[in-house]
């Protein structure tokens, strides 16, 4: 499974990036306006020291909503570095998008994706990767890990090559349920990643052996 850090935070990409385990960065407009990222120069420069942290796999979202400037929008992050995915709403006119830029060989990230019948919309056009959000789901009281497990099934059905990129991940039994399900990526805050190494029994475990070698070590 794919760890991909849900941020623009330089900072936190590098800390993930350091401790050997991250495969790529989602961003969205939410996550750049949180970081005081404004202006096109400004917003190409910061994706592009993004792809110089980590190895592959930079989502930049499109602000265009119809196809003609999603597609011109899309072109534009993806000559930015080899490494963007351009991340594309599941809208009407993101699908025609998805299909265009997928024959173009531009690699695309379908977001906002909350229903299986959207997942298979992003997989026919193409997408590398489709987004469905647990968390939001979670949020109003539907199952968004059932969701995960759906597209799962439907994709595997068929062989469709799109990988499921879990979002909106809350927490680290969100991260755990989604590779028990099989999903190819799950995205999360830095502190969702951290997480992951905590248990009070490693902690206690390890403050034993350090005792007792000093019992005897001095
Ligand atoms: O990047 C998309 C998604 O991960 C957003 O998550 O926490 O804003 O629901 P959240």
Do not use: W
Request: aromatic share 6%; proline share 2%.
């Amino acid at each position: 499974m794919k760890f991909f850090i849900d941020t623009a935070n330089l900072k936190d990409i590098q800390e993930a990036y350091d401790l050997g385990v991250l495969d790529g960065v989602t961003t969205n407009p939410s996550l750049m306006a949180k970081e005081g990222i404004a202006g096109e120069e400004n917003v190409n420069a910061h994706y592009k020291a993004i792809c110089n942290i980590v190895d592959n796999n930079v989502s930049a979202e499109v602000i265009a909503t119809d196809f003609e400037a999603m597609i011109s929008e899309g072109k534009a992050l993806a000559d930015i570095d080899d490494k963007i995915v351009v991340k594309i709403p599941m809208i009407k006119d993101g699908v025609k998008a998805i299909k265009y830029l997928t024959s173009e060989g531009i690699r695309t990230n379908c977001t906002l994706v909350f229903s299986a019948g959207q997942a298979l919309l992003a997989a026919k056009a193409g997408a590398s990767y489709v987004s469905p959000f647990i968390g939001r789901l979670d949020d109003i009281s539907f199952d968004g890990l059932q969701l995960i497990e759906q597209i799962v099934q439907i994709y595997d059905n068929y062989g469709f090559d799109t990988e499921v990129l879990a979002a909106s991940i809350r927490h680290t039994m969100h991260l755990v349920q989604c590779a028990e399900i099989g999903s190819d990526v799950v995205t999360c805050p830095l502190n969702v990643i951290t997480s992951l190494l905590n248990h009070p029994l490693t902690d206690k475990g390890l403050e034993q052996f350090l005792a007792d070698h000093a019992k005897v070590n001095g």
